[in-house]
């Protein structure tokens, strides 16, 4: 019988593999903290029910928690000026939205900086984006309060739908957007937003996920049948009441920037905003694209056609395929890769969409 052994004791953390009592394979990596693990058993259960690693050895094939290879390899991975800044944290989230057949998600806020700073201990926030990957006719996206908003107005509003009263009315205080596909819409910290329903959003942002202060559910309950919670104080205190029509219109709803072509391609920037750590291209091609990670980690999906090949131009990895809507990472190590159609997509567009950190 062959095993996966963790240690989460002491300073180190132990993983091996083990077969009928001999250890086949071992890997440790530090705990960074004195008092053991304990400190970082939050991060660690997040990273093992979100992301794996599948490791094969031989016909055996294991899992384990993507964030053991973040800890063990993280300046290959993320690279160093990514690394200086995160320590070894991951710090792109690729996820998705889906609100096909469904309803609107919750209207929500993300903490400033400064307030996740204070009040929960992070050095950095949940900025974000929704990228558009499916739409229905009815989609749209809530994104930006409207003009002339009545802060006190929202506030009591807000509290009464809460409290069981009326319906907090959205359309009042925030912009509604329509949406289709590839449509880009950013999401700097401070911004009240939720997407619509009717969408498949691919969501890209910072990896702090668990402080969304959501501030109306649309009256759904939760198991047990009672309204789900809020976070109204919290949510009001981070609004950026100056981010009205205009401002969005112009800052966060497809600011797209084109940056150059070549044979059979073409690139754009679509975000994200200045204040958000994240930058976004997307890349349209029916040819081979040339990247290159220039010493950071690449975070990518294909957002359009059914398949492309990554490869490395001097044979420094083995070609890999990629589906429409997988998301793929190529470690900062790599440097220079390309992504092209492969199988029933040569000759038709594909597009990919690639975030990395600015530095």
């Known amino acids: 019988m062959t095993v996966l052994a963790c240690d989460l004791g002491g300073t180190r953390m132990k993983i091996g593999l ?122 749209s996206v809530y994104l930006g309060l409207r003009d002339s908003v009545d802060r006190a107005a929202m506030a009591r509003d807000l509290e009464a739908a809460r409290a069981g009263g009326a319906h907090f009315p959205a359309e009042t205080y925030a912009n509604k957007w329509p949406a289709k596909r590839h449509d880009h819409f950013l999401i700097p910290a401070g911004t009240v937003h939720c997407s619509g329903a009717e969408s498949m959003v691919l969501e890209i942002s910072a990896t ?35 981010r009205t029509t205009e401002w969005t219109r112009c800052n966060l709803v497809n600011c797209l920037e084109p940056l150059g072509n070549g044979d059979g391609w073409r690139e754009e920037r679509t975000g994200l905003h200045e204040r958000e750590f994240i930058e976004t291209r997307r890349h349209r091609f029916t040819k081979t694209v040339p990247h290159d990670t220039h010493g950071g980690i690449n975070v990518l999906n294909l957002v359009e056609g059914e398949e492309a090949l990554v490869e490395s131009p001097t044979g420094a990895f083995e070609p890999f395929m990629v589906h429409y809507a997988e998301t793929f990472i190529v470690p900062a190590a790599v440097g220079r890769y390309t992504v092209r159609p492969h199988g029933a997509a040569p000759g038709k567009e594909c597009a990919t969409i690639k975030a990395f950190v600015r530095t």
Not at 80 to 109: K, N
Request: with cysteine.
């Open 208 to 242: 702090p996920y668990i402080f969304t202060f959501k501030m109306w559910d649309w009256a759904r309950l939760g198991l047990d049948g009672k309204p789900r919670p809020v976070h109204l104080n919290h949510g009001l205190r981070n609004i950026q009441w100056d």
């Open 18 to 139: 083990v077969r009928d009592g001999c250890v086949l394979a071992r890997t440790t990596a530090p705990a960074y903290s004195k008092q053991g693990l304990a400190p970082r058993l939050p991060a660690l259960k997040a990273a093992w029910l979100q992301f794996s690693l599948l490791l094969g050895f031989g016909g055996l094939r294991l899992e384990i928690p993507s964030i053991d290879l973040v800890f063990a390899q993280p300046r290959a991975l993320l690279g160093e000026a990514v690394h200086a800044r995160f320590g070894d944290e991951f710090p792109i989230r690729f996820d998705f939205l889906d609100t096909m057949g469904g309803g609107h998600l919750s209207f929500q806020v993300h903490p400033l900086t400064e307030y996740i700073q204070q009040h929960f201990g992070m050095h950095y926030t949940q900025d974000e984006s929704y990228y558009l990957l499916d739409a229905g006719p009815e989609a």
